[in-house]
């Protein structure tokens, strides 16, 4: 049974995209098949894997938009057992396309239950926003997974993220899960850093991941190698976070 | 300066500040203590915000006096469509184009049809006839002929992620089973069968060459199927031995119908008298020489029926029941096609053959037999008056 995992945050610059890369890199080095959905209109995460979004003919915005077109058609190998749905800046109309689409909430659930593809896990970036695109992963997702940075602002974008999933449950995928929470970009030796640390252990409890990813430079390097961390720096802390990460995801199950 | 230790302290404040109004929705429903309890949101401290109500027009108004009002912006907005904003967005209006595909190169011969070779050759495939193929291949639903695109290089990292060991193994089983149905199948023919076991061979070498030759190998393990599932689910009046009885039976009625025709000569002679009396176009038509006619039409019928059966089941070993329905319309097209050699001869275009009605018989029984030369013969005829194929289709004219 192929997991779909939907990485979102109401608020930017959380480390959702760098969290779907990494983790994604960690599970396929685990063995698993993982497809990397990039629906994201800014997408970094087809950028950091070293793909020129302005020069994909087939992205999540075809996916999105036409009928009939298969996820194995625009898949990307992006490294062993890990292929991506590249995004490009078309998808920023995609909303617009959409508008009058009797199923534009569904497109992306339609696209992942007619797709043969032997995925053992799907992980799917969204934009930072509460828009149709997001709430397409969050619709077409089994799991979340809420990244949250250490710092007072990004416990704020959980707030509306969590008012959508509401609506979400009551409206379109009441089985939607919440797969885990994980603390991100932690600044060792910051007191804000831990006291966000302790909220989120306090309020998600379990749901927390113990796992927790520092604020790092090889982290923030990798993407302009084109590579994930686990293949840019293999032996870094940052890469084995996220193998930690990997390990409770799985775990988690 | 004092200031407060607390001040910029998240400590606390985790629920109030991430928690909706609703509380944690991944807990509703959840069984009573299970959950963690879930403090309601508290405004910040110092500041009661209960019950304080949102700013209505007015109030934005009066801060902000000279702002356009909301609704004079609403009336701009409907009065002026946003021409920046359509400008940003046209482009986005039409989807952008496929790739288009690789064009033949000019002079390339069209690719042969994979078409496969059924039992039944008795038909010219290039008869037609009123515009109708009556090729039995080429009876049934119509589509549009697929040409296969070249293959392209195979992506070693998609191959490597799409097409796993499980998929693999899976085909590789497929073909252990069809063979196995194969050889124990009851209603497959010899060289059904032995088309079948020639496709699953190349279905396994193909796996055994290359991963990305699973396609091809998915393809004839899938031709191999519908094959065999083809002649799996045939009724049993699709049986040769049904089908042999069938041909017995419209024999001995033939013969019956010979036997009452000697019998009748006094009917018969009553009704050619009786036709002769609508006018003189009926003063050369003879019931008898008809009704002898299509017997021996039918007859000519029933011996190809029997002749294609013995071919196919006997000789040949390429029995396929989808075909019955030609082996019982046969006699029956040929009693038609007796009784249509006798107009034809009627009509003057054979009219030695009225002197001599044994061989009026025998070309009865032959096209009967062979119904496909009296097919051919129409369609020359009628090519004659006809439409002229070439430069009259719309096609061809565009």
């Known amino acids: 049974m192929t997991r779909v995992i939907v990485v979102a945050n109401q608020k930017g610059g959380v480390g959702k ?3 779907v890369s990494n983790l994604g890199a960690a599970l396929a080095e685990a063995g698993q098949k993982v497809v990397l959905i990039d629906l994201d209109p800014q997408s970094a995460l087809t950028a950091g894997f070293g793909l020129d979004p302005y020069a994909l003919s087939r992205t999540a915005y075809t996916l999105l938009t036409r009928d009939n077109v298969s996820l194995a058609s625009v898949l990307r190998p992006v490294g062993d ?19 009058d689409a009797p199923d534009q909430v569904f497109r992306l659930r339609n696209v992942l239950a007619r797709s043969r593809v032997p995925a053992d896990c799907v992980l799917i970036d969204t934009p930072p926003s509460i828009g149709l695109l997001t709430v397409n992963g969050l619709v077409a997702a089994g799991e979340l997974l809420v990244p949250v940075q250490c710092q007072y602002l990004a416990m704020r974008g959980v707030r509306g993220l969590l008012e959508s999933i509401w609506l979400i449950h009551e409206r379109f995928n009441p089985e939607l899960n919440l797969l885990g929470v994980v603390a991100t970009m932690y600044r060792g030796g910051s007191d804000h850093s831990r006291e966000v640390v302790d909220e989120l252990q306090a309020v998600f409890e379990h749901k927390l991941f113990d796992t927790i990813i520092e604020d790092e430079d090889t982290v923030a390097k990798a993407p302009v190698t084109g590579k994930p961390v686990l293949t840019y720096r293999p032996q870094s802390e940052a890469a084995a976070a996220f193998r930690r990460l990997a390990e409770e995801v799985l775990h988690a199950h | 300066m004092l ?27 959840a069984p009573a203590g299970s959950a963690a309890p879930v403090p309601p949101p ?11 109500p949102d700013l209505t027009a007015d109030d934005l108004a009066k801060l902000f006096p000279d702002a356009p009002s909301p609704n004079a912006l609403a009336a701009e907005n409907a009065a002026a469509p946003d021409e920046a904003f359509e400008a940003t967005m046209a482009p986005y209006a039409t989807l952008p184009a496929e ?12 690719p042969a049809p994979q078409g496969r070779q059924t039992g039944n050759n008795m038909y010219d495939p290039d008869i037609q006839w009123l515009g109708l193929q009556i090729n039995p291949d080429e009876i049934g639903i119509k589509t549009t ?6 293959a392209v290089q195979a992506d070693t990292g998609l191959v490597a992620f799409l097409v796993t060991d499980e998929r693999l193994k899976q085909r590789w089983k497929e073909i252990d089973d069809l063979e196995a149905v194969v050889t124990t199948a009851p209603k497959i023919s010899l060289k059904v069968a032995q ?9 396994r070498n193909l796996l055994l060459g290359a991963r990305d030759q699973i396609e091809d190998a998915e393809r004839q393990i899938g031709e191999a199927r519908y094959i065999y599932e083809r002649a799996r689910r045939s009724k049993w009046f699709e049986q040769p031995s049904i089908i042999f009885g069938f041909q017995l039976i419209m024999m001995l009625i033939m013969v019956g119908g010979f036997i009452w025709m000697l019998g009748a000569v006094d009917v018969l002679v009553a009704v050619d008298g009786n036709l002769r009396r609508l006018g003189p176009a009926f003063d050369t038509l003879s019931v008898a020489v008809l009704w002898a006619s299509i017997l021996w039409g039918g007859l000519g019928g029933v011996t190809g029926a029997f002749w294609n059966l013995w071919r196919h089941v006997a000789e040949k070993k390429d029995f396929d029941a989808s075909f019955s329905v030609w082996y019982y319309t046969y006699p029956l097209l ?12 009627l009509s003057g275009v054979l009219s030695f053959l009225q002197e001599t009605p044994l061989f009026l018989f025998i070309l009865a029984w032959a096209v009967g037999f062979q119904q496909n030369l009296i097919f051919k013969l129409v369609n020359n005829v009628l090519k004659r008056f006809g439409p002229d194929d070439a430069g009259d289709t719309p096609q061809t004219a565009a």
Request: net charge negative; charged share 20%; hydrophobic share 45%.
């Open chain 2, 195 to 203: 088309e079948m076991l020639d496709r699953l061979a190349t279905a």
């Open chain 1, 81 to 99: 057992n890990l292929v991506l749905v590249p995004g490009s800046v078309d998808l920023a109309a995609a909303e617009y396309q959409l508008a």
């Open chain 1, 17 to 19: 995209t760098t969290l």
């Open chain 2, 99 to 110: 790739p288009a595909a690789p064009a033949a190169p000019p002079g390339a011969a069209p």
């Open chain 2, 145 to 150: 002929e697929f040409v296969r695109p070249d």
């Open chain 2, 334 to 345: 040929g009693m038609m096609l007796g009784a249509f050699v006798y107009v034809v001869v």
């Open chain 2, 42 to 52: 508290a405004a910040p401290r110092g500041v009661d915000l209960s019950g304080t």
């Open chain 2, 3 to 29: 200031t407060n230790p607390d001040e910029g302290s998240v400590k606390g404040k985790g629920a109030e500040t991430m928690l909706p109004r609703r509380g944690d929705p991944f807990r509703a429903g």
